[in-house]
């Protein structure tokens, strides 16, 4: 089964992904990782490179993709990043669609901490990542990231452990499966 997992800057994609692989044995792939390693091959710093995908559409195209290509062709993935679920909707791939919340001030201070910079910086740096992927995204693919209705399950991260979580969500799968009812959303 594919699995996707998304959710804002600071939702905790990775962490769970990571934990739900120790439970399911699937293959991380981390579209956030994808991003960064090709902005640093660009010789850009994350935010320099979001910058430059405002006005370079291919860097998103490239991303998503490779993304797309991944669930396609492999069936036990766990495919993290912000547009996951979305990828796997537009395209009618079969998937389970985790979306992963918190409120902004957690999301905040997680992200301050994993980037090492004060609340002020990360502040200002998460809400310009933010705005810039919204409108690039509603203009690339016409979708609204915040519309959560593509989605099997929204958990909110801020009161388990991420190894609960992935707990959860293997429960969730697992019980959801077993329902005669059940089919993963194509689209």
């Known amino acids: 089964m594919r699995i996707t997992i998304a ?13 739900l692989s120790k439970i399911t044995g699937y293959t991380v792939y981390s579209s956030g990782t994808f991003f960064r390693e090709t902005a640093k091959k660009m010789g850009m710093s994350i935010e320099d490179f979001n910058i430059y995908s405002e ?10 993709e490779t993304q797309k290509a991944l669930m396609m062709q492999n069936d036990n993935i766990i495919v993290e990043g912000r547009l996951a679920g979305w990828i796997s909707y537009m395209n009618g791939i079969t998937a ?13 201070v997680r992200f301050a901490g994993r980037e090492n910079i004060d609340i002020d910086s990360a502040r200002s740096l998460m809400d310009k990542r ?10 690339l693919y016409g979708i609204d990231i915040d519309d959560l209705s593509i989605y099997d399950i929204v958990v909110n991260t801020e009161f388990m452990k991420p190894n609960e979580i992935a707990v959860h969500i293997a429960n969730r799968i697992d019980e959801m499966s077993r329902k005669e009812i059940f089919t993963p959303r194509l689209s």
């Open 7 to 19: 959710g804002k800057i600071g939702s905790g994609k990775s962490t769970v992904s990571k934990e």
């Open 55 to 64: 006005t370079h559409p291919e860097a998103d195209y490239y991303t998503d």
């Open 96 to 108: 389970f669609r985790v979306f992963l919340y918190a409120t902004y001030y957690t999301r905040l």
């Open 130 to 139: 933010e705005r810039s992927e919204k409108e690039r995204y509603r203009k």
